[in-house]
């Protein structure tokens, strides 16, 4: 006998493989890294046709402003593309967020462009798993989701800047992730069906130090060395990594002829909290680093940046929502387990909101961000049966 009701078979029943391959393949084609604007606006094109399918309201909503840091230590405005929205049935009492990314890794300039069958059964391309195949699948499993009538509500969040720290989209996703019963992303599962469950935060720094400068010969006592400082910083952050920290000084910028004393060095470093170890440590760790460099070497140091991604530790409303995803994947009779990883989505910001979330609802596939990223084809399918059935049973409000 059938685990499926008659109604959830006729629901997951009604999903065909052919559209969602033929949506994941013309969207692979768009070039949509996330610098590529132009691209992404291709896409949220191309999303906003193909989401006209489903009911509610769609918007592209403008990127939040965001700032890097230059090498002379100045900061200049990053563009971003715009994020997409779909709001269903907002009224509802109980609603759901799905969230995924438009945006790719791979630049216009990067030589991994083009897609390839591996096999029968697997694709090769730039996007295919991360996750143009998974926003394909999300809206074949939201279409077979409303042929049942349902009153469950829920947001559509499809951002332009998941590959660059999700800076411009981290209020929009906080803000709809508000009030919200649960949250499903669609970054890939590993083959197998393997899901993603804690995961640490990342934060990225950019230290800009100014000292002083003066003759390497003449009066060098006069001059305070900015890169000295800098490497010094580096040295004692790079120190202070430990079991649920890691720490990463990835750059340098600075410096300048070999008789001054440089004047100026901007620091960029990495830095990863996750299990036990809490942000507020991390920021206090790195404002004492701050505090010694520059009283021994007599320097300002001024710190952009931050931790933009929490970490997302797993709470027993997420063990709950796993349960219930789980359980909807062994009666389609596609079985998931899951796993700790070491990487970062738009899954850690969700749960730094208190909402449960499972964050790797997508496709099948792996080898993401590299020219071996392939796809597991029948995965489209499977997948969008699990969105479908696990929408339908939060709508008949099952908690597990
Ligand atoms: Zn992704």
């Known amino acids: 006998m059938s685990p499926l009701s008659a109604c959830e078979a006729s629901l997951v029943e009604a ?67 715009d994020h997409f929205v779909l709001r269903v049935r907002p009224h509802a009492e109980r609603r759901v967020l799905l969230t995924g990314h438009m945006d790719t890794v791979f630049a216009r300039t990067h030589p991994f462009q083009q897609t390839r069958w591996l096999d029968d059964e697997t694709l090769n391309g730039p996007g295919t798993a991360d996750m143009k195949g998974g926003l394909s699948l999300m809206l074949a499993g939201l279409l077979a989701f409303e042929s049942a009538g349902p009153a469950l509500g829920y947001d559509v969040l499809i951002n332009s800047d998941e590959e660059a720290g999700s800076k411009s989209s981290a209020s929009l996703i906080a803000s709809l992730a508000k009030g919200k019963l649960a949250a499903l992303t669609y970054e890939p599962a590993l083959p197998g069906g393997i899901m993603a469950r804690a995961r640490p935060g990342s934060g990225n720094f950019a230290f800009v130090v100014r000292g002083r400068s003066a003759h390497a010969g003449r009066n060098p006592e006069d001059g305070r060395n900015a890169l000295v400082a800098a490497a010094d910083l580096a040295q004692r952050l790079y120190a202070v990594r430990r079991a649920g920290l890691s720490v990463n000084p990835a750059r340098i910028e600075g410096g300048g002829p070999n008789n001054m004393v440089p004047d100026l060095a901007v620091l960029h470093v990495n830095m990863r909290p996750g299990g036990a170890f809490h942000v507020a440590e991390a920021e206090g760790l790195i404002a004492r680093a701050i505090a010694d460099v520059t009283r021994i070497h007599e320097v300002t140091i001024e710190a952009h940046g931050g931790f933009n991604r929490p970490p997302k530790p797993i709470t027993p409303a997420i063990e709950r929502l796993f349960d219930l995803v789980s359980r909807a994947a062994g009666d389609l009779g596609e079985p998931i387990s899951w796993k700790d990883t070491g990487g970062v989505c738009d899954g850690n910001n969700i749960a730094a909101c208190g909402v449960p979330v499972i964050d790797t609802m997508g496709a099948r596939g792996g080898a993401i961000h590299s020219s071996d990223e392939f796809l597991e084809v029948a995965s489209l399918a499977a997948r969008a049966r699990l969105t479908a059935l696990v929408m339908h049973r939060l709508d008949r409000g099952e908690t597990r």
Do not use: C, H, K
């Open 15 to 81: 999903i065909d493989l052919a559209p969602i391959l033929a949506r994941t393949l013309d969207w692979v084609a768009v070039n949509s890294g996330t610098g590529n604007l132009d691209g992404v606006a291709a896409m949220a094109q191309q999303l906003t046709a193909a989401f006209a399918a489903l009911p509610g309201a769609i918007t592209l909503e403008p990127p939040a402003p965001v700032e890097q840091v230059l090498a002379d230590g100045t900061t200049a405005p990053i563009a971003y593309g």
